[in-house]
């Protein structure tokens, strides 16, 4: 029987005012096994209200109470929406080498070049790992709530990306 190392790489913050949609596109070009998870949970419009106009009355930058000001906006007329929201990575490898050095890629690549603060998992492996059944989203320590015009950016799949010779169902290239 084979073994196979798995560590878990999830997104605490974001801590950046520029979120582009490259991340998922460069990801899945490093020559890895690796699983991209997220969940989504929509809050319901005048729950999302109450939380960006609670926000905005807290606020203790000028700069700060105007986004949450045009957020605000944004919510009451329809036209954005706020999630609960977590993005995490699976990582795994044949060898614990080989484990290290790929997650090692993926944190710089997300903190270095994405400026997201990010962790490998230890403490949120339970509740990780539960939070992949439906209605169970909730029991990720790594959930944040995040508006939807930054989640459709963070989850663009712009270009088609050939895969590579071999994937977990065969030996056959993956087309996203």
Known sequence: MRKKYSRFISVKSYKTDLIDSG????????NMDLYIMFHLQALDREKAFKKVHDSTLMAVNEEITLKLKSLEDEIKQEKENIFYFYFSILIQSESKEELD??????????????NLSVAKESLNLKPLYF????????????????SGSIISVLINFENNILGFTKNSFGNKPVTI
């Open 23 to 30: 991340l998922i596109p460069e990801i899945l070009k490093e």
């Open 101 to 114: 050095r790929n997650c090692s890629i993926i944190v710089n690549y997300l903190e270095n070049k994405k």
């Open 131 to 146: 939070s992949f059944f439906p209605a169970n989203g909730n029991l990720n320590a790594r959930i944040r709530q995040q």
